[in-house]
Nanobody, 125 residues
């Protein structure tokens, strides 16, 4: 499966952005997919994930209540709605997917076999 992330940009603190991740070659419908981010000098970290079968969602504590992950089966696209953005949310955001992830590994980047190219999100005044 090929993943294409988009929607990043520059936004002021408190603002919103919506990231998109379009899949081609294979549908999301039987996979787990998620968003990770990596800030300069830091390791890649888990942001959110969704199990398309059942629609279960999972979030990092740092984004819970501010970010919402969702998916559109018809468009084969995953979204990350980010509200009340903070400067510490600044990072390159990556989408990822894999058909074979167990629940205990859902927050681990190494569990995902397919990755998009990343989109920059900068939160600054």
């Amino acid at each position: 499966v090929q993943l294409q992330a988009s929607g990043g940009g520059l936004v002021q603190p408190g603002g919103s952005l919506r990231l998109s991740c379009a899949a081609s070659g294979r549908t999301f419908s039987r996979q787990t997919s998620g968003w990770f981010r990596q800030a300069p000098g830091k390791e890649r970290e888990f942001v959110a994930a969704i199990r398309w079968s059942g629609g279960y969602t999972y979030y990092a504590d740092s984004v819970k209540g501010r970010f919402t992950i969702s998916g559109d089966n018809a468009k084969n696209t995953m979204y990350l709605q980010m509200n009340n953005l903070r400067p510490e949310d600044t990072a390159v955001y990556y989408c990822a997917a894999d058909p074979s992830i167990i629940l205990s590994s859902i927050r681990q980047s190494r569990a995902y076999g397919y990755w998009g190219q990343g989109t920059q999100v900068t939160v600054s005044s």
